[in-house]
């Protein structure tokens, strides 16, 4: 007999190695800033990379750290990118 209060999984699980790497690279992108802008790169197509960071992150061990060297030049190029010109009233 089943149990029908057992939850039933919706999607594969992960490895214990897989889970990880997927904390890793959640906590590494969090230095992008807020909530929004985490989940914005994790999960959109990334051109450099050639996939979603998180699957990328996921899969091996080389495709978390080809994720930690975007998160670190979209850092490093927010950092060198002049700050937003401010606005002068004039009246």
């Not at 490093?76 to 606005?87: F, V």
Request: hydrophobic letters at 45%.
């Amino acid at each position: 007999m089943s149990d029908p209060y057992r939850r039933k999984h919706a999607g594969p699980v992960l490895s214990p190695a897989e889970g990880k790497r997927q904390g890793r690279a959640v906590r590494a992108a969090q230095a992008l800033g807020d909530v929004d802008a985490v989940r914005a790169f994790l999960n959109s197509p990334h051109e450099a990379l050639g996939g979603r960071p998180i699957d990328l992150a996921v899969a091996s061990e080389a495709g978390m750290a080809a994720v930690e060297a975007a998160i670190d030049a979209e850092c490093a190029g927010r950092a060198a990118a002049p700050p937003p010109a401010k606005q002068v009233n004039r009246r």
